[in-house]
C-alpha cells in the first residue's frame, strides 16, 4: 500500500472507489477528526486537521479532496460508532461550483459490523436540510455512513420526512449535479423521535449519477428520485444492500416523476414485502420510466418487486424461500 507524505493512510482507511487525484496536481487535500482537530487549524495534514468537516468544505474549490477521520469508540463489538456532528444548527452543504470535489472517510465505509466507520450525523435541531446537501456535479463520495439526524427535509411529494443526503441542482438550477458518486456508504434512519421514517439518498434532476456497494437500512425511501426540470436518467444502483424492518419501508427504490435508462443490478432486497405505507413496494417508478432490473434477490415473491410496464428484466428472489425468477413486467 502506498503511503502519501501526509499520511492518508496512517488511520487505516484509502479510497476504493472513483476516488480524486486530481488534487495531488495542483489542488489541495485536506483532513478532518472530530477527536483532535481543532477550529483553528489549517486542515492541511492529519496533525493539523479541522475538527468540523464544514470548515474544509467551505475552502474546497474543484476537484480538492477531503480525508475524514472516524470518531473514536472504546469498544468495537459496542455497535455504531461516534458521530461527527455539524459545526452549527446548519447541516453540511456544498455549493454549485464545487465539482469534482471527493469527500472520503478513513474507516470502513459500511459492514455488517459498524464499527470503524466514519458516521456523519445530522443536527439535533429539527431543519428542512438534509444531513448533507450535494448541489454540484462529479462529487466523488466513499466510505462514508450517513444519518439523517432531525432533518424535516421535504423531498419532493413525500413531505416532511426528512433525508441523509439530498443530491440537486442549486436553487435556480443553473448547476445540474450529473455524475456524482457514492462508493462504499451507508444511509440510515436513527427516527429521531420524529415517528416518521425518512429519505436515504434523495435525488432530483440527476443525470448519470452511482450508487454502488452501498447500504441502506431503515428508511422509509431509501432511494427516491425526483424530476422538477428535468427527468434524471443514466442512474445505476449496483451491488447494493437494502435492509431494515419492512413495518418501516414503504419503498426502497421509488420515483414521482419518472426515471430514463436506470440500471438495478446485483442488488439485494433483504426483507419481505414492505409494509410501513403505500406504495409498500421494493421498487416503485412511474409509467414513463425505463431501465433494467437484473440479477436482484427480494424477501419476497419476485412479481411484487416492481410496478412499471417498461422497466423490465430477469429477478431471482431466493431469500426467505421466495419464488426463483419472475420477469420485471408488473403493472
Same mark, same amino acid.
Not at 428535468?230 to 421509488?254: E, H, P, W
Given at each position: 500500500?502506498?503511503?502519501?507524505?501526509?499520511?492518508?493512510?496512517?488511520y487505516?482507511?484509502?479510497p476504493?472507489?472513483?476516488g480524486?487525484?486530481e488534487?495531488?496536481?495542483?489542488?489541495k487535500?485536506y483532513?478532518?477528526?472530530?477527536d483532535n482537530g481543532?477550529t483553528?487549524?489549517g486542515?492541511?495534514?492529519?496533525?493539523?486537521?479541522?475538527?468540523?468537516?464544514?470548515?474544509?468544505?467551505?475552502?474546497?474549490?474543484?476537484?480538492d479532496?477531503?480525508?475524514i477521520r472516524?470518531?473514536?469508540?472504546?469498544?468495537?463489538?459496542?455497535g455504531?460508532p461516534?458521530?461527527?456532528?455539524?459545526k452549527s444548527?446548519t447541516?453540511w452543504?456544498?455549493?454549485?461550483t464545487?465539482?469534482?470535489?471527493?469527500l472520503?472517510?478513513?474507516?470502513?465505509?459500511?459492514s455488517m459490523s459498524?464499527?470503524y466507520?466514519?458516521?456523519?450525523?445530522?443536527? +439535533?435541531t429539527?431543519?428542512?436540510?438534509?444531513?448533507l446537501?450535494?448541489?454540484a456535479?462529479? &462529487?466523488n #463520495?466513499? %466510505?462514508? *455512513? =450517513?444519518?439523517?439526524?432531525?432533518?424535516?427535509?421535504?423531498?419532493?411529494?413525500?413531505g416532511?420526512?426528512?433525508?441523509?443526503?439530498?443530491?440537486k441542482g442549486?436553487?435556480?438550477?443553473?448547476?445540474?449535479?450529473?455524475?456524482?458518486?457514492?462508493?462504499n456508504?451507508?444511509f440510515w434512519?436513527n427516527?429521531?423521535?420524529?415517528?416518521?421514517k425518512?429519505?436515504?439518498?434523495?435525488?432530483d434532476?440527476?443525470?448519470?449519477?452511482?450508487?454502488?456497494?452501498?447500504?441502506?437500512?431503515d428508511?422509509?425511501?431509501?432511494i427516491?428520485?425526483?424530476a422538477?426540470?428535468?427527468v434524471?436518467q443514466?442512474?445505476r444502483?449496483?451491488?447494493?444492500?437494502?435492509?431494515g424492518l419492512? +413495518?418501516d419501508?414503504k419503498c426502497?427504490?421509488?420515483s414521482?416523476?419518472g426515471v430514463a435508462? &436506470?440500471? #438495478?443490478? %446485483?442488488? *439485494? =432486497?433483504n426483507?419481505?414485502?414492505?409494509?410501513g405505507g403505500s406504495?409498500?413496494?421494493?421498487?416503485?417508478?412511474s409509467a414513463?420510466?425505463?431501465?433494467?432490473?437484473?440479477?436482484?434477490?427480494t424477501?419476497?415473491a419476485?412479481?411484487?418487486?416492481?410496478?412499471?410496464?417498461?422497466?423490465?428484466?430477469v429477478?431471482?428472489?431466493?431469500?426467505?424461500?421466495g419464488?426463483n425468477?419472475?420477469?420485471m413486467?408488473?403493472?
Amino acid at each position: 500500500m502506498s503511503t502519501f507524505p501526509d499520511g492518508v493512510f496512517q488511520y487505516g482507511g484509502q479510497p476504493v472507489g472513483g476516488g480524486r487525484y486530481e488534487a495531488m496536481w495542483g489542488n489541495k487535500v485536506y483532513f478532518v477528526d472530530y477527536d483532535n482537530g481543532t477550529t483553528g487549524a489549517g486542515g492541511k495534514s492529519p496533525s493539523n486537521a479541522f475538527k468540523y468537516l464544514q470548515d474544509a468544505i467551505d475552502l474546497a474549490t474543484t476537484y480538492d479532496v477531503i480525508y475524514i477521520r472516524p470518531r473514536a469508540i472504546s469498544d468495537v463489538t459496542a455497535g455504531s460508532p461516534s458521530a461527527h456532528l455539524p459545526k452549527s444548527t446548519t447541516n453540511w452543504s456544498t455549493t454549485s461550483t464545487q465539482q469534482g470535489l471527493s469527500l472520503i472517510g478513513t474507516g470502513v465505509g459500511h459492514s455488517m459490523s459498524s464499527g470503524y466507520g466514519t458516521l456523519l450525523q445530522g443536527t +439535533a435541531t429539527a431543519g428542512a436540510t438534509p444531513a448533507l446537501y450535494v448541489k454540484a456535479p462529479l &462529487i466523488n #463520495i466513499e %466510505n462514508l *455512513s =450517513f444519518n439523517r439526524g432531525a432533518s424535516t427535509y421535504n423531498p419532493i411529494g413525500l413531505g416532511a420526512v426528512g433525508a441523509c443526503v439530498a443530491v440537486k441542482g442549486s436553487s435556480d438550477l443553473t448547476s445540474y449535479p450529473f455524475q456524482n458518486t457514492f462508493t462504499n456508504c451507508s444511509f440510515w434512519d436513527n427516527d429521531y423521535g420524529s415517528g416518521s421514517k425518512s429519505v436515504g439518498l434523495y435525488m432530483d434532476d440527476a443525470w448519470y449519477l452511482t450508487i454502488q456497494d452501498c447500504q441502506f437500512i431503515d428508511c422509509g425511501y431509501s432511494i427516491a428520485i425526483g424530476a422538477t426540470a428535468t427527468v434524471s436518467q443514466g442512474i445505476r444502483i449496483l451491488n447494493t444492500d437494502f435492509m431494515g424492518l419492512a +413495518a418501516d419501508i414503504k419503498c426502497d427504490i421509488y420515483s414521482n416523476g419518472g426515471v430514463a435508462n &436506470i440500471l #438495478i443490478a %446485483n442488488c *439485494s =432486497f433483504n426483507h419481505v414485502l414492505p409494509t410501513g405505507g403505500s406504495p409498500n413496494k421494493y421498487i416503485m417508478f412511474s409509467a414513463a420510466s425505463t431501465g433494467l432490473v437484473a440479477n436482484c434477490w427480494t424477501g419476497a415473491a419476485a412479481t411484487t418487486i416492481a410496478t412499471n410496464t417498461t422497466l423490465n428484466g430477469v429477478n431471482y428472489s431466493q431469500l426467505y424461500g421466495g419464488n426463483n425468477i419472475d420477469r420485471m413486467t408488473t403493472s
